[in-house]
């Protein structure tokens, strides 16, 4: 069953100066207890894209310029504040990349906690204590050593892998439908982006939580999804099973973000990719990466490039595999 | 006369803080060869950029001797003399915050050339456009800021700055871990390509073991103020040997079946990096770590040689 599915999905921010038209059409879908991944450099979207999905941007300066939302087969696009505080509550919970922003320094750890709990508890009655007893429970699921204690704690008393971990905890503890990690790690120790990783999985296979996770780095989608997204510039060029993705890179910019990996077996880095991201006050037309794309042709200056589907699950946005 | 260009011994810099003294750098020895490229490689915290500050004078050392050329500089840059200064340079983690955002890229550029008052042939704006050429950006950047160009270009015209004096060692202090992969790629390809022509003696700190393996020619491990191994990079990753090492690899996402083969099987990531502060006694591992032993505890390892240039600083291997 499809839990989410994004279908050209335009958002732009209104600025000094011009528009900034971020997401070009942004297709993603997911169905339920899949583990998928969304990949792609700085600036190009995936963060837009996971908030726009939780109606969190700041609106102004962004707008929804077209495409839809649909989550549980209901669009959330045009819900009015009480039924998004529904899907906030127990639909779709987010794990955000800085722990240290996300939690309130003047608040205790339990404080944040029981709130989040109580939060999903709004459509029926929950007792205090019941609310302190999921509170120790969400703890204990992310192996936090004495989780009585920890609730008194403030989130300066701990060390980032373990805020992480807190922030895994609230998310997880209303039973979301829908998990969006972003950039979970990023900010981590590469021993503690190991072992906060394999808790998230361990728990969200357990919880059967649907989860996307973003991220720049492809080492760890490969690792931890099962279907992945590449993004670029606004949308998808491409959409594979992870393994098949890995095997057997398609789109050129796939293809030299691989490339430009550097690896363990140490065979020299290769090139990059040239030039940069595009402005977003003035994309290129067509493709947008045919001003870096080395295998440019006349029609990706002028048109988009629709998917074509390379093998089953496997597609690409781009017109070198028309046909 | 050998060809080490930097030596340090027993380098130890401590901070005192109201909670306690924080051991930064604690004994840690290692020395460089001209136009090698040694990597620093450590958690956050474990002390890398403390070293590589010390060898610059951005801090004076506690205790123990850093030595440039022959000549000792364990001293702060204060006491320094100014050729030294010259001759060694640092390229920092965010090029945002290392680049002056009211100063133009000539002026930046220029400024090391009139602190050092070098003149060359054609003044200083001939010299500011040679150095753009070098790291291959155009003359027109001359007149740019650093915020309106890109993340990586930035990191280009801090590398340009750090080349104004003609350096022959150079500290790369994470240059690229702010940096998307793309952008990373290109600028490691320029930091070798530089490297070649002007004969330069790199001291490269990150944190991403899969980056060093394409870049150095040795690698150090640090944890919590000192090194645990050193040893030649191929050596190094074909047989890892302290128990940190093997955590450290094991914990790397990879994008290939090939690099699986590298990481060290049945090892799981556990613990977190303690507190500077309250370092543990014995070996300052012991609490993370899966082989420990009786002794770890109570008795800190010697660093011994298992193989040529391969050293190791663990129970395991001092046969105790």
Redo the contacts between chains.
């Keep these: 069953m499809r839990l989410l599915e994004i279908r050209e999905l335009r958002v732009g921010f209104n600025v000094y100066g011009g528009t900034l038209n971020v997401l070009n059409g942004v297709n993603l879908h997911l169905n339920e207890g899949e583990k998928v991944g969304l990949v792609g450099?700085?600036g190009c979207g995936k963060t837009t894209t996971a908030k726009s999905t939780l109606r969190i941007l700041p609106m102004p300066p962004a707008e929804v310029f077209g495409g839809e939302i649909l989550f549980n087969g209901t669009d959330v696009l045009p819900l009015g504040q009480k039924e998004m505080r529904k899907i906030h509550a127990t639909g779709i919970s987010m794990i955000f990349q800085d722990p240290t922003a996300s939690l309130n320094p003047v608040f205790t750890i339990g404080d944040q906690l029981r709130d989040t709990i109580r939060y999903a508890g709004i459509d029926g009655h929950i007792t205090k204590k019941e609310i302190h007893e999921r509170a120790v429970l969400s703890l204990h699921d992310v192996h936090l050593p004495d989780p009585e204690r920890m609730l008194k704690n403030y989130p300066i008393q701990l060390?980032g892998?373990?805020r992480q971990r807190i922030c895994i905890a609230m998310a997880l503890a209303t039973q979301s439908q829908l998990l969006i990690a972003d950039e979970p790690t990023t900010s981590l120790?590469?021993?503690?982006?190991?072992?906060v990783?394999r808790l998230l999985g361990e728990l969200v296979e357990q919880k059967e939580t649907s989860t996307i996770l973003i991220t720049?780095?492809?080492?760890?989608v490969?690792?931890w999804t099962q279907r992945v997204y590449v993004m670029y510039a606004g949308s998808m060029v491409e959409t594979a099973q992870t393994a098949d993705l890995?095997h057997n890179p398609l789109h050129p910019y796939t293809e030299?973000?691989?490339?430009?990996?550097?690896?363990?077996?140490?065979?020299?880095?290769?090139?990059?990719?040239s030039g940069?991201i595009p402005d977003y006050l003035n994309p290129p037309g067509g493709c947008r990466f045919h001003p870096r794309c080395p295998h440019v042709m006349k029609v990706c200056r002028e048109e988009k490039p629709p998917y074509f589907t390379v093998d089953a699950d496997h597609q690409v946005a781009c017109f070198l595999f028309k046909g | 006369m050998t060809d080490e260009i930097l030596k340090i011994r027993d380098l130890k810099k401590y901070f005192y803080t109201k909670h306690g003294v924080v051991k930064a750098a604690d004994g840690v020895t290692f020395s460089i060869q001209k136009k090698e490229t040694l990597g620093l490689v450590g958690?956050?915290g474990s002390g890398k950029s403390t070293v590589a500050y010390t060898i610059l004078g951005i801090y004076g050392p506690t205790d123990g001797s850093i030595q440039f050329k022959g000549q000792d500089i364990s001293k702060p840059w204060t006491k320094r003399p100014k050729y030294f200064k010259k001759d060694i340079q640092i390229v920092f983690q965010d090029p945002g915050s290392s680049l002056n955002p009211r100063r133009s890229i000539r002026q930046i550029l220029e400024l090391p050339l009139k602190v050092h008052r070098i003149e060359g042939n054609g003044g200083r704006e001939e010299q500011a456009i040679r150095l753009l050429d070098k790291v291959g950006l155009p003359a027109d950047y001359m007149y740019k800021y650093p915020q309106a160009i890109?993340?990586?270009e930035r990191q280009i015209v801090a590398i340009a700055r750090a080349l104004a004096t003609d350096p022959s060692f150079v500290v790369l202090d994470e240059p690229t871990s702010a940096l998307?992969?793309?952008?990373?790629?290109?600028i490691?390809?320029l930091l070798m390509g530089l490297q070649d022509e002007f004969d330069l003696t790199y001291l490269f700190i990150t944190?991403?073991?899969?980056?060093m393996?394409?870049?150095a020619a040795r690698v150090a491990i640090m944890y919590l103020g000192k090194i645990c191994e050193i040893a030649p990079?191929?050596e190094f990753?074909k047989n890892p040997l302290h128990p940190y090492t093997q955590?450290?690899?094991?914990?790397?996402?990879?994008?290939?079946e090939?690099?699986e083969e590298?990481?060290p099987k049945k090892i799981i990531?556990?613990g977190?990096?303690p507190s500077p502060v309250d370092v543990p006694p014995g070996c300052n591992f012991h609490t993370r770590c899966s082989r420990r032993m009786e002794i770890c505890s109570r008795v800190d390892p010697d660093m011994v040689t298992q193989e040529e240039g391969h050293l190791v600083r663990c129970h395991l291997y001092t046969g105790a």
């Design positions: 450099e700085t060390s892998g373990m120790d590469v021993t503690i982006q190991a072992q990783l720049h780095s492809l080492g760890v490969r690792e890995f030299g973000l691989m490339k430009a990996v550097p690896r363990l077996t140490g065979e020299g880095i290769a090139e990059g990719i940069r | 958690e956050s890109g993340g990586g998307d992969v793309s952008v990373q790629a290109k490691i390809n944190h991403d073991l899969s980056l393996r394409n870049m990079t191929v990753f955590m450290l690899l094991s914990s790397i996402p990879v994008v290939s090939k690099e590298y990481k990531p556990q977190e990096i």
